[in-house]
């Protein structure tokens, strides 16, 4: 019986560490971030958009995938805007400067925020510069995805497409 029990006590261990590891993952409830308009310093809550479908993007200046990616969240914006996405830059820099001087190469046309200690990132567990996650009406995360690629963008606007569908 013992045995019996410590094998259940590293089970729910097992899994309640992996529910922590995996907390922002596809399926979950995306965090609350509290975030801060570069620029404008404009105070953001990322529960303040339930009810549309977020792209929340994590880039930095350094990061030569983010830079492709601003010319496809661009598009998407643009495209999708008035359907209810809200696409979000989050910011990881250090330095404010060195995301400024990325966004005078790189205008973005969508809201960019920053994440001066990185809590953000840390709540969704960012793991490669960029990542994305598509968080549905509800403030489910419904689709993670690490890195860019161009080749890649048809598919990341098809599925923004399936979650503004009604």
């Known amino acids: 019986m013992t045995r019996l029990k410590l094998a259940f006590l590293c089970s729910v261990l097992?899994?309640?560490?992996?529910?922590?590891?995996?907390?922002?993952g596809a399926g979950s409830e995306a965090p609350n971030c509290a975030l801060v308009?570069?620029?404008?310093?404009?105070?953001?809550?990322?529960?303040?958009?339930?009810?549309k479908v977020l792209y929340v993007d994590f880039w930095s200046s350094w990061c030569s995938p983010c830079a492709q990616s601003f010319a496809f969240l661009n598009a998407l914006d643009?495209?999708?805007?008035?359907?209810?996405l809200q696409v979000i830059g989050v910011n990881l820099d250090e330095?404010?400067?060195?995301?400024?001087?990325?966004?005078?190469?790189?205008?973005?046309?969508?809201?960019?925020?920053?994440?001066?200690?990185?809590?953000?990132a840390k709540d969704f567990d960012v793991k490669a510069m960029p990542?994305?996650?598509?968080?549905?009406?509800?403030?489910?995360?419904r689709y993670v995805h690490l890195g860019f690629r161009p080749d890649e963008a048809k598919e990341f606007r098809a599925l923004a497409e399936q979650l503004l569908a009604p």
């Open 95 to 120: 330095v404010p400067e060195d995301a400024k001087a990325f966004l005078a190469k790189h205008p973005a046309n969508f809201t960019v925020v920053a994440d001066a200690n990185q809590q953000c």
């Open 131 to 141: 990542s994305a996650y598509l968080v549905d009406r509800n403030g489910i995360i």
């Open 14 to 24: 097992a899994s309640s560490t992996m529910q922590t590891i995996f907390a922002a």
């Open 78 to 84: 643009h495209d999708f805007k008035n359907q209810g």
């Open 37 to 51: 308009a570069i620029g404008d310093s404009q105070n953001y809550a990322l529960k303040q958009f339930r009810g």
